[in-house]
């Protein structure tokens, strides 16, 4: 582990950044402005990136808007996350052919051609994924989709420098600051100072990279500046889950009533799922063509929201909205803990902005701590 430095350079050096990566083999991608979100695609330049644009963020409700600068990381978090990319919605796992008689397995490879670099990830964003490595490289079973995608990552983290209203990983122990899992972090400083950034590296290949930009130590004055803006990001958060004994909190109030409630408003409609940067669960399919002489067998993600995914032997064991709810957050919150060691929330606030109903699980947290041992499983 090389010994992690402070840098600045200008906002102009971004370019070359980007230039570097793509000059070592990786293939880069970031934020861009698309169809009225910032999601992650494959970004060539600097000009890819969403500059000038903020969000807004509130229970179920989205926005884009113009900020009256040009940064370039000017928002919080977009409704993707690197489980896009890591463990994909759709992975074909193999293709069988009929062959004289037989059928043949085809070999079918699912790792990109040039391993990722990921620009702009938050400290919440690499916090999920320690948490998908713990699940999915980690434990007794490993996933091979998940390995090969994840091997040689470089990232490029942005510490955060505002949060949304529907933040909360300051409570979670999880950001605005990245501490570590990254090659390089960024701290972007648009004030009277002109427009630049603090660097921070983080690993030998991120010293590497560096070395190629045209930065030079950080001043006590830009390093205060990036400490006061980071800091300023954890108080803006409105929203908060006080974690302790949460887990014996969940297992002990498995009838609170207010799992009833949020049935009554839940939609069933695993969004919120399909947005977390933790969420795992997938399913599989097989698929023939009209001839049969062709099938193949996929991975899809899939939800504890959908009345399938519990279906047991003839029969669902949650047919009910309070139960997958339940299911979802006692095990994001509380049983995820006993199986891996580690909550499974990262407070990214994603579930409840892309929640439609506008459901908070702060909320729902803070209503049960509120009104405790109504029953046990």
């Given at each position: 582990m090389a010994e992690r430095r402070q840098l600045v350079m200008q906002a102009s050096e971004l370019g070359r950044l980007i230039d570097a990566l793509a000059r070592r083999g990786f293939e880069v991608h970031g934020p861009k402005a698309i169809d009225g979100a910032i999601v992650y695609g494959h970004v060539e330049s600097a000009k890819d990136l969403p500059v000038g644009w903020t969000d807004e963020q509130e229970p179920g409700r989205y926005r884009l808007k113009r900020r009256s600068d040009e940064a370039c990381f000017g928002y919080v978090v977009g409704p993707?996350?690197?489980?896009?990319?890591?463990?994909?919605?759709?992975?074909?796992?193999?293709v069988a052919e009929r062959h004289e008689g037989t059928f043949r397995i085809l070999n079918n490879k699912t790792a990109p051609k040039h391993p990722y670099a990921f620009l702009g990830v938050r400290a919440c964003e690499l916090a999920a994924v320690g948490v998908q490595d713990r699940v999915l490289l980690e434990d007794k079973y490993v996933d091979p989709v998940y390995k090969e995608r994840r091997s040689g990552v470089f990232v490029v983290a942005v510490q955060c420098t505002l949060s949304a209203k529907t933040c909360f990983c300051a409570s979670m122990g999880t950001g605005p600051r990245a501490r570590n899992g990254f090659d390089l972090a960024l701290t972007e400083l648009v004030g009277e100072?002109?427009?630049?950034?603090?660097?921070?590296?983080?690993?030998?290949?991120?010293?590497?990279?560096?070395?190629?930009?045209?930065?030079?130590?950080?001043?006590?004055?830009?390093?205060?500046?990036?400490?006061?803006?980071?800091?300023?990001?954890?108080?803006?958060?409105?929203?908060?889950?006080?974690?302790?004994?949460?887990?014996?909190?969940?297992?002990?109030?498995?009838?609170?009533?207010?799992?009833?409630?949020?049935?009554?408003?839940?939609?069933?409609?695993?969004?919120?799922?399909?947005?977390?940067?933790?969420?795992?669960?997938?399913?599989?399919?097989?698929?023939?063509?009209?001839?049969?002489?062709?099938?193949?067998?996929?991975?899809?993600?899939?939800?504890?929201?959908?009345?399938?995914?519990?279906?047991?032997?003839?029969?669902?064991?949650?047919?009910?909205?309070?139960?997958?709810?339940?299911?979802?957050?006692?095990?994001?919150?509380?049983?995820?803990?006993?199986?891996?060691?580690?909550?499974?929330c990262v407070g990214c606030g994603r579930c409840i902005t892309w929640c439609p109903a506008g459901i908070d699980i702060t909320e729902e947290v803070r209503a049960i701590r509120e009104g405790q041992n109504h029953g046990k499983p």
């Open positions: 993707q996350s690197l489980k896009k990319y890591l463990l994909p919605a759709d992975v074909r796992l193999l100072g002109g427009h630049r950034f603090v660097i921070e590296t983080g690993s030998e290949r991120g010293a590497e990279v560096v070395a190629e930009l045209q930065a030079s130590p950080a001043a006590d004055a830009d390093l205060h500046e990036a400490e006061a803006a980071i800091e300023s990001a954890a108080r803006q958060q409105v929203r908060s889950i006080d974690t302790t004994d949460i887990k014996e909190l969940l297992y002990q109030n498995f009838e609170h009533p207010r799992w009833d409630d949020v049935a009554g408003r839940c939609l069933t409609c695993a969004n919120c799922t399909l947005v977390c940067p933790t969420c795992f669960c997938t399913t599989v399919e097989d698929v023939t063509d009209v001839t049969g002489n062709h099938a193949e067998r996929w991975r899809r993600w899939d939800s504890c929201f959908t009345l399938g995914f519990s279906y047991i032997h003839g029969g669902n064991i949650r047919n009910s909205s309070k139960a997958r709810y339940r299911q979802w957050m006692t095990h994001k919150l509380a049983s995820w803990i006993d199986q891996f060691g580690r909550s499974g």
